[in-house]
């Protein structure tokens, strides 16, 4: 039996899932939201006085970088892009990039490679550019960055910045249990649907991707009151008025 619902409305806001450091000015850098293991000689820092002289870092000696999502609807594109600063007395050593520890790319690059901007003198630094596309089958999303320096950061290092995330197309799935299991139905951006009253079940829970608000309202639910969802939802409790028992 279907289950009938007084509103039903899906914003979809936008396709960048993250960005991060996009200007030249330090604060826009926010570190904090990468698990760093391994040495890092600062937080922020710049290199040269052109524009995108600012990055998070810089690191070194095996450090490794990582950003996770925990919970992203699969099958789908992700797009990123990250410029990624060489400093300093890098000698053919190698830095990996890699979504779900699968290889995407590799930076390469050696002492002499451009002029020298900022750190020891006569020692090249460079942004490089790096961009991937990468086709999500797992409900999670994770990058991580990893260099094989060997020599102390004074001697050789890296940082990043330019740091965009996106994900086409955006999806809300509704489930008929708690925590994303059981029976369910998926609207994604582009669909026709995007308001209804008749749905297969009563929703349990909700798992959606970033820049999406749900809006609904159920009549067995919270009172009948319209509900507004920004994320996604492991256990959404129903809330159905007490029966009356005459005394």
Not at 64 to 89: A, E, R
Request: glycine fraction near 8%.
């Amino acid at each position: 039996m279907k289950h009938s619902i007084s509103f039903l409305k899906i914003l979809f806001l936008r396709s960048v899932l993250y960005q991060n450091c996009m200007t030249d000015n330090e604060n826009d850098c926010i570190y904090s939201d990468f698990q760093i293991v391994g040495t890092i000689k600062s937080n922020t820092g710049t290199c040269g006085s052109g524009s995108k002289n600012v990055f998070m870092g810089p690191f070194g000696l095996q450090t490794l970088v990582t950003y996770h999502i925990p919970y992203l609807i699969p099958n789908k594109l992700v797009d990123l892009s990250l410029g990624i600063w060489k400093f300093d007395s890098w000698d053919h050593e190698v830095l990996e990039i890699r979504i779900n520890n699968d290889l995407m790319g590799k930076l390469e690059a050696e002492t002499h490679d451009y002029p020298n901007l900022c750190g020891i003198e006569n020692w090249g630094d460079h942004l490089y550019p790096f961009s991937f596309q990468y086709y999500l089958t797992d409900t999670h999303f994770t990058l991580t960055l990893k260099d094989f320096l060997d020599q102390g950061i004074a001697d050789e290092s890296w940082g990043f910045r330019d740091f965009v995330l996106k994900i086409s197309p955006q999806c809300v799935n509704f489930y008929s249990e708690c925590n994303y299991s059981g029976e369910f139905f998926q609207i994604c951006k582009g669909d026709k649907t995007t308001r209804s009253t008749n749905l297969p079940y009563e929703i349990k829970s909700i798992m959606m991707d970033y820049g999406i608000i749900v809006k609904i309202k159920d009549p067995d639910q919270f009172g009948g009151a319209l509900q507004e969802f920004s994320s996604s939802q492991p256990c959404i409790g129903a809330y159905k008025f007490p029966k009356y028992i005459p005394q």
